[in-house]
């Protein structure tokens, strides 16, 4: 059942659109009739409202997000149920995923790809503190925003969470086949290190534009996230710096003893990439072209995103501010102007000081 425009759930929830539909829910925008704001209600499907193991997995989506609370997180306001209608109430993200970006951008620039990776792996640890395994990461449960001028990615969709303490069991072939890590396509217990190899799986395809495993059927994906080693990324980008490459090979070893032990132990290395990437370019002879505020027409593209990028790290690294967020190169518009928009914020912010 599809719920028409002007529906209301509960008495609360106001049906505006369809925004999509997953494998289990249907999601809508809705307005949350006593706070007054924007949400996303994800519905699950009809044909599932009378078997009691999605309910249950249903509802331990809800139970497992609700209790997150950081920036790279859709935080889940309420759970519930108005007869038939079982929903979850989530944070409503004016943006798009990271998928889309990427059909639309790829490769993206290494820094850029380095940031949201580096923002996505924070989200995780959060989770991974809190005893939650997220078993697919893919660039489609991955949304991104802008937020004061900065990009924002937000990891979403726990629906096949489960909360690690003693719920993991053999065979949960869970995941999509192209992210999933070798123990799940080997029905084997999972961990939070099993995040980590998807998350390499992504940061591989933001880099190349391509995932590094293709196959007719789920038995030849498994087969080759078990058996075959991770591509070159240069093969495909040869712009990818060997630093990125030794990142996506850690966290994508087949053996989970062999990857990064935590999620922030990956954000880390990402983040010390960026780093290296910017006293490289600051220490390098090459002249920027001159930039007037306008950003005049003749200046081109590439050397623009360049120069955009580093003076938002100057400043967010002058006034105290975190830089994960602001080094989006390749995007054009609306994110190049927030990036503008950034960097005039933390100039104004720095001239307080």
Known sequence: MILEKGYVVNERYRIEETIGKGGMAVVYKASDIKLDRAVTLKVLKSEYIENEDFIKRFSTEARAAAGLAHTNIVNVYDVGNDGDIYYIVMEYIDGYTLKELICEQAPLDNMLACDIASQIAEGLETAHLNGITHRDIKPENILLTESGGR??????????????????????????????????????????????????????????????????????????????????????????????????????????????????????DLRDVMDKSFRSEDRSDKKLPPVSDGYADDIDDDDEDRELQRKCYNNSSNNGHSHNTSHNLRRKAPFKDALRRHHKDTQLRGNEL
């Open 151 to 268: 990009l924002v990615a937000k990891v979403t969709d726990f629906g096949i969470a489960k909360a690690s303490t003693g719920e993991s069991s053999q065979g949960d072939y869970m995941g999509s086949v192209h992210y999933f890590s070798p123990e799940q396509a080997k029905g084997e217990d999972v961990d939070s290190r099993t995040d980590i190899y998807s998350l390499g799986i992504v940061l591989y395809e933001m880099v190349t534009g391509e995932c590094p495993f293709e196959g007719k059927t789920p038995l030849d994906f498994a087969m080759k996230h078990i058996k075959e080693p991770i591509p070159d990324p240069r093969s495909v980008n040869p712009k990818v710096t060997r630093d990125i490459i030794d990142i996506i090979r850690l966290a994508c070893a087949k053996e989970p003893r062999n990857r990064y032990e935590h999620a922030i132990d990956m954000a880390d």
